[in-house]
C-alpha cells in the first residue's frame, strides 16, 4: 500500500509560479512511476505529467508543455511539480497519483494511488 500526500497549493497571479509536493510513504517496492493529475470545476480529471521512479523519463500534457516541470527525490520518495507562467485555466485541485503499471501512460485508470489533493488557484 502506498500512502500519498499532496502539498504546496495556494493563490498565485497569473504569470506566477508555484511548486507542488506529493511525499508517498507505504510499500512503494512495485511503484513504477508518479504522476500528476488535475481536476478543473465542472470538467473531467485529466494528465499533468509523469516521470518514472528515478527520473529517467517524463511527459506531459500539450497544455503544460514548457511551464511545468515533474522531478523528484527518489531519497526522500517526493515528487515534485514545478509551475511556471501559470494561467487561470491552471485552477483546478491538483492529484498525486502512482502506477504499478510499467508502460505508464496518461489514463487514470492506469494509477493505483492517489493522493487527497491541493488547491491550486490562478487568478487573472
Not at 63 to 76: C, E, H, P, Q, W
Not at 86 to 107: F, H, M, Q
Amino acid at each position: 500500500q502506498v500512502h500519498l500526500v499532496e502539498s504546496g497549493g495556494g493563490l498565485v497571479q497569473a504569470g506566477g509560479s508555484l511548486r507542488l509536493s506529493c511525499a508517498a510513504s507505504g510499500s512503494t517496492f512495485s511503484t513504477y512511476a508518479m504522476g500528476w493529475f488535475r481536476q478543473a470545476p465542472g470538467k473531467e480529471r485529466g494528465f499533468v505529467g509523469g516521470i518514472s521512479w528515478f527520473g529517467y523519463r517524463t511527459f506531459y500534457a500539450d497544455s503544460v508543455k514548457g511551464r511545468f516541470t515533474i522531478s523528484k527525490d527518489s531519497a526522500k520518495n517526493t515528487l515534485y511539480l514545478q509551475m511556471n507562467s501559470l494561467k487561470p485555466e491552471d485552477t483546478a485541485v491538483y492529484y498525486c497519483a502512482a502506477t504499478e503499471i510499467r508502460d505508464w501512460g496518461t489514463d487514470e485508470s492506469e494509477y493505483h494511488y492517489w493522493g487527497q489533493g491541493t488547491q491550486v488557484t490562478v487568478s487573472s
